[in-house]
């Protein structure tokens, strides 16, 4: 037990440290003006067209840190700042939210397997800790019926999509990434020093995915061994 929390202290302030890490890398790679003088939205839009890519548009969102891409609607989202501003940070930003655009035009396998499970983690987020919870104190409360114990393993197999979710992002992140700072490069649109700190801003978001894919995984084990190590 307290292994446990010593481990998801540890992953927590991981978190913390990578998170604050990527926030002061884009206020610095916000101050790098591009030489090319393309805003986000025009690099958006560039790198859509240069991959034969018509039918997706490039909006405006409120917020930090809020760029997306919704596979849905077919809209690359970049928050005011990168959409507007003529940065190094936008430039990243921008071409990987486009990476992801272009993962969908090419049915890329792990994007796909992300979107089929978007519906359930979205039921799965909100309701699996309470069935764990719930299945152990009403285990604990009626006894051996295994009434509990069921309930709990339906919101242990839920946490265990989410999990899995988690992980399947890591390539999906990772490959727009790869497609945005080969894009970036080949299409000569950054220089040397400005292609580099394309690189290291994406590098650090990834890290994020990396670590909240950690911390499901320490859950999920937790609450397993739990779950099963109470019907030995």
């Given at each position: 037990m307290i292994g446990f929390y010593i481990l998801i202290g540890i992953i927590s302030l991981i978190s913390w440290l990578i998170s604050k890490?990527?926030?002061n890398k884009f206020a610095y790679y916000s101050k790098?003006?591009?030489?090319?003088?393309?805003?986000?939205?025009?690099i958006a839009e560039k790198m859509l067209h240069?991959?034969?890519i018509y039918d997706v548009k490039?909006?405006?969102?409120?917020?930090?840190?809020?760029?997306?891409?919704?596979?849905?609607n077919k809209t690359v989202n970049l928050s005011d700042v990168v959409y507007n501003e003529r940065n190094t940070a936008s430039a990243a930003v921008a071409a990987h939210e486009c990476g992801h655009a272009v993962q969908h035009a090419k049915a890329y396998k792990w994007l796909t397997m992300r979107s089929q499970?978007?519906?359930?983690?979205?039921?799965?987020s909100k309701f699996s800790q309470w069935l764990v919870i719930g299945g152990l104190i009403l285990g604990a409360a009626s006894g051996d019926t295994g009434i509990g114990f069921?309930?709990?393993v339906i919101g242990l197999i839920m946490m265990a999509v989410a999990t899995l979710f988690s992980f399947i992002t890591l390539p999906v992140e990772y490959d727009a990434s790869n497609r945005a700072l080969t894009w970036l490069k080949?299409?000569?649109?950054l220089t040397s020093t400005?292609?580099?700190?394309?690189?290291?801003?994406?590098k650090w978001a990834a890290r994020t995915y990396l670590v909240a894919a950690l911390g499901s995984l320490a859950m999920l084990l937790y609450w397993g061994l739990k779950i099963l190590g109470n019907r030995n």
């Open positions: 890490q990527l926030k790098i003006q591009l030489q090319n003088g393309l805003s986000g939205k025009e240069d991959n034969g490039v909006i405006s969102v409120a917020g930090k840190l809020t760029d997306h891409y919704n596979p849905v499970l978007v519906p359930a983690v979205n039921i799965s069921m309930i709990a080949n299409n000569n649109m400005e292609q580099n700190g394309a690189k290291d801003a994406l």
